[in-house]
């Protein structure tokens, strides 16, 4: 039996290519005292994602809160080693898009579909960010 494969359409915001097992969060995230970029792990003390490390992951959430510390924060990810293989995210502002390119990470966003309603943690998901698609594998 084959594995489910899910393709999403959406627009680019970082191009290049890259794969990796998806952790998805429905709540936004902090970069500036919301994770520690050397570990690459939410610090956020009430995020559902409390502790979990994004490194070498897809990272899939509803985009960034707080303040512009966001591209500093994940900047320093992409140094240390930390920084997710791609992101995909429903809202754009100017934090995630800065955060994103400082990564180089591939990502993408606004979507054909909810990308929160479609993956799920542990999915395997390719992340195509120069034609702007997400194809997903099911984990079952």
């Known amino acids: 039996m084959s594995a489910k494969k899910i393709v999403l ?8 290519c890259a794969e990796g097992e998806a ?16 570990t690459g792990t939410v610090i956020e003390t ?7 490390s994004f490194r070498d992951r897809v990272l899939v ?8 510390g966001w591209s500093n924060a994940f900047h320093m990810t992409r140094l240390a080693g930390t920084a997710p293989k791609a992101m995909v995210f429903n809202r754009m502002n100017t934090k995630i898009a800065l955060g ?9 966003t606004d ?18 960010g120069d034609r702007g698609i997400v194809e997903v594998t099911k984990k079952r």
């Open 9 to 16: 359409r959406g627009r680019k915001v970082v191009g290049g």
């Open 23 to 38: 952790l998805v969060t429905k709540e936004t995230i902090s970069g500036w005292g919301g994770i520690d970029p050397m």
């Open 46 to 52: 009430h995020h559902e994602l409390h502790g979990v």
């Open 61 to 68: 959430f509803p985009g960034a809160k707080g303040s512009s």
């Open 100 to 108: 994103a390119v400082v990564t180089h990470a591939p990502t993408v």
């Open 111 to 128: 979507l054909d579909q909810d990308p929160l309603a479609v993956v799920e943690t542990g999915d395997w998901v390719r992340v195509d």
